[in-house]
């Protein structure tokens, strides 16, 4: 894993790794170093919460940290509520399921809540070009800089008429009296 692109991002993202090793309703079961000595690099963290609305379950943190809440079978419909409400942003999400009545119930659900939404796939590696959504609500437009979607963020359509015999008459033909 290579480092995060600066000092800020660094700081950002390990008080994360910070605020986990105090909190009682979350722990790291994998990863949760970093070392700034040379470069600033974290290790790849994996949290375990019992709590939905956990701090890392909310927030974008744009780093190498992924938080797991496990939710009992019996509350699919609460999980995909939580999945759909919980946060203001809505950028990438990402389900692993073979039925696929369950896929398309997915799918439906989270319609606003991921402008790149992967079915069996990583949720990483979106490229300009080959997917032409971005995120949205506080993540963005929903659109991607270079698509023709962007492009026709900059336009205002505009419609033009002209008519080079002008009318006579305010009537159209078919108003004439028989």
């Known amino acids: 894993m ?9 700081r950002d993202i390990t008080s994360y790794i910070d605020y986990v090793k105090e909190a009682d309703d979350a722990e790291i079961i994998a990863g949760g170093g970093y070392d700034d ?3 600033f690099f974290i290790e790849p963290t994996v949290i375990l919460t019992s709590n939905p609305k956990f701090k890392t379950m909310e927030e974008e943190i ?17 999980a995909l509520d939580l999945c759909d409400e919980t946060s203001p942003f809505a950028l990438t999400g990402a389900v692993f399921a073979k039925d696929r009545y369950v896929i398309k119930k997915m799918s439906d659900k989270f319609r606003q809540a991921a402008g790149n939404f992967y079915i ?3 949720p990483t590696g979106a ?5 032409p ?7 963005g437009t929903n659109d991607k800089a270079g698509s023709m979607i962007n492009m026709l963020r900059w336009l205002s359509a505009r419609s033009i008429k002209e008519v080079m015999v002008p009318p006579s008459d305010w009537r159209y033909p078919y108003m004439d009296a028989e």
């Open 120 to 122: 069996n796939e990583k």
């Open 2 to 10: 290579g480092a995060v692109i600066s000092r800020g991002a660094y």
């Open 37 to 39: 000595s040379e470069g």
């Open 133 to 139: 959504f971005g995120g949205a609500r506080k993540s």
């Open 62 to 78: 744009f780093g190498p940290i992924l938080t797991i809440y496990i939710y009992k079978d019996e509350d699919f419909e609460a």
């Open 127 to 131: 490229v300009v070009n080959q997917q």
